[in-house]
């Protein structure tokens, strides 16, 4: 029998990649790898539900279930780590030794989270009540201490940071969010969008801090963690008395494994181009791990979405099989925090100019990015029909008036100028 297609990371878009392979040529075998021990899973629910419901299992989580895969035809091994690529052999070799041939290859790592680097991080890498949460494994062992009244600690203020912190302050554990920039979500989103999630949080009982540096932490005898040191705004060293921390700073691409193999990579992603091969043309990449162009951006951007995860898998899958969908879409992306549903579209990275449609105190707000006059990014909260005709607007590099767009008279769908 003729070596499978591989594809090594098994999660959002290794499991499409081998859906879409085996879809698209059924007669090819598709082994997926994956070093996680349980089959694909959804992440997004573990910031937004999961650790909130101690009685939600892993079921519900799976992208597809074991029938699913054997149905398509697809061998799944979880537990297995690639130590290595062979790409003269055509060959891969795993941490447990065993080597496998492959025909065709595709690489889906992922990312891991950003690791805290303060004076005792090491020993609060050790700590049973310091978390990460990336894996299912890691919500797995936080879950048991997300108990009423515990009191947490959330080290930056993103996306996910705010997600836990929402989730923690409604099961009733009494919430601080510690944020080195001087406001929110700063990398990603405009100063009125900051303001409005600062606000919201706060009134729902979250302590929210900005400007703070983290200094370092203080540990019990038995090595549970037992204080955050931070350094206020003024430069005053203080201390707060935790009973358990979460780290959400971020994350780094796993491109170790291709770097190793000598595809070329930036720090930033494993390079590919809009059919996601990489400098390899005969090996595929796809998802958090590849930074790829995104039509209207300089350069590459790695895009960490679920989306854009299982769009470059199809892309890949796709150019496996020797047919061509280019990887093209406006990014997108979603938060849920609370009753609120935070839709994104595009990149906002380079505007110059900023436009607010609605009023951030009825909780139903556009946040609208502009280049030049042409419209490259929009932030929509609960309000899905101007992120769906933002997406498109996007796409299309419609240019559109930015006093019209915060003008509420002006009817949205006839703003765009062409
Ligand atoms: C808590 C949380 C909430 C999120 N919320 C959202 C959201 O609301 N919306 C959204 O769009 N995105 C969200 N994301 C991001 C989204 O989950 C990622 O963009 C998505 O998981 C990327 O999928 P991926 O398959 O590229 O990589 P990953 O999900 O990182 O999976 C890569 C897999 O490859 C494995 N792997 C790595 N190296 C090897 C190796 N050498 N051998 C074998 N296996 C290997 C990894 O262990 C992992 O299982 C969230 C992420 C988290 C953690």
Redesign the pocket.
């Known amino acids: 029998m003729s070596d499978p297609r591989i594809v ?8 499409e990649l081998a859906a879409k392979l085996r879809q698209l040529d059924p007669t090819t075998p598709v082994l997926l ?4 021990p349980v089959l ?1 899973y ?7 539900s999961w650790l909130g419901d101690p009685s939600a299992g892993i079921d519900p989580l799976l992208i597809r279930n074991a029938a699913a895969y054997a149905a398509a035809g697809i061998e799944t091994r979880t537990g ?4 290595r690529i062979d790409r003269d052999r055509r060959r891969l070799q795993l ?1 447990s030794g065993e080597s496998l041939g492959y025909s065709q290859l595709a690489i ?6 950003r690791r805290l680097a303060l004076p005792g991080s090491e020993q609060a890498d050790r700590a049973p009540n310091f978390h990460y ?3 299912l494994a890691d ?1 797995e062992r936080l879950r048991p201490q997300f108990t009423r009244g515990a009191r947490l600690a959330i080290v930056g203020g993103g ?2 940071g705010l ?2 912190a929402a989730l923690a302050v409604r099961a009733g554990l009494q919430v601080t969010v510690f944020e080195a920039q001087p406001r929110v979500l700063a990398r990603v989103t405009a100063p009125a969008m900051s303001a409005f999630y600062e606000k919201v949080h706060r009134a729902a009982g979250v302590d929210v801090r900005t400007g703070v540096q983290l200094a370092g932490f203080e540990f019990d005898s038995d090595r549970r963690l037992r204080s955050v040191l931070w350094q206020d705004p003024g430069g005053a060293l203080r201390s707060s008395d935790v009973d358990l921390v979460i780290a959400g700073i971020g ?1 780094e691409p ?1 491109i170790e ?1 291709a770097q190793a193999a000598g595809l070329v990579c930036t720090p930033d992603g494993l390079q590919v181009d809009a059919h996601c091969r990489t400098s390899d043309p005969s090996i595929v990449a ?5 930074s790829r162009p995104v039509p209207g951006q300089p350069g590459t951007v790695r ?7 299982v769009e ?2 199809r892309s890949a899958a796709a150019t496996l099989c020797g047919l061509a969908q280019p990887c093209v879409s406006v990014p ?5 925090q609370y009753d609120l549903k935070l839709q994104m579209a595009g990149l906002s990275r380079g505007h110059d100019e900023v436009a607010v449609r609605g009023d951030p105190e009825t909780r139903a707000f556009t946040t609208f990015y502009l280049k030049q006059g042409v419209l490259i990014a929009a932030d929509a909260v609960n309000r899905p029909a101007d992120f769906m005709l933002a997406r498109k607007w996007i796409a299309a590099g419609a240019r559109v008036d930015g006093r019209m767009l915060s003008d509420p008279v002006a009817e949205l769908k006839g703003l765009a100028i062409a």
């Open positions: 090594v990371g098994a999660s959002h878009a290794g499991s790898l994956g070093d996680e694909p959804q992440r997004p629910p573990l910031s937004k297995s780590r690639v130590a941490d889906a790592t992922g990312a891991r989270a949460v990336r894996t919500a996306y996910i997600e836990l994350v796993n494994l796809a998802g958090d791990c590849t895009v960490e979405s679920v989306p854009n995860a470059q898998a997108w992306f979603w938060s849920d």
